[in-house]
Nanobody
Framework: QVQLAESGGGSVQPGGSLRLSCAAD????????KAWFRQAPGKEREGVAS???????FYADSVNGRFVISQDNDKNTLYLQINNLKPEDTAMYYC????????????????????WGQGTQVTVSS
């Protein structure tokens, strides 16, 4: 079992930035494929960014250029830097990890991940 804990969400104005963090409680976490998902009220959960153990990143078209996913393997922590926030970015953001090698073929597919955090809320409004 791996416990994931997100932090860093909050309320910001349009154009602002946030850095989300996801800390894992296991040292083998760096070997996993990892991703960030979000779910807005009334909408399905969607993948926004993923990163392989080797550092290969992939982004949804809707966030490409504004979101940056990264990882610090020494700290067992995943990050999501969100820039130029828009009201449509308002959502609960979740980190996820794949310990079963299911995610690589389609890294933003929900079913590819077997560990999930509880989420951190991001609200963008003026």
């Amino acid at each position: 079992q791996v416990q994931l804990a997100e932090s860093g969400g909050g309320s910001v104005q349009p154009g602002g930035s946030l850095r989300l963090s996801c800390a894992a409680d296991r040292d083998f976490y760096p070997r996993y494929y990892k991703a960030w998902f979000r779910q807005a009220p009334g909408k399905e959960r969607e993948g926004v960014a993923s990163i392989s153990s080797g550092g290969t990143t992939f982004y949804a078209d809707s966030v490409n250029g504004r979101f940056v996913i990264s990882q610090d393997n020494d700290k067992n922590t995943l990050y999501l830097q969100i820039n130029n926030l828009k009201p449509e970015d308002t959502a609960m953001y979740y980190c996820a990890a794949d310990s079963l090698a299911n995610a690589a073929g389609n890294p933003l597919r929900i079913g590819g991940y077997n560990y999930w955090g509880q989420g951190t809320q991001v609200t963008v409004s003026s």
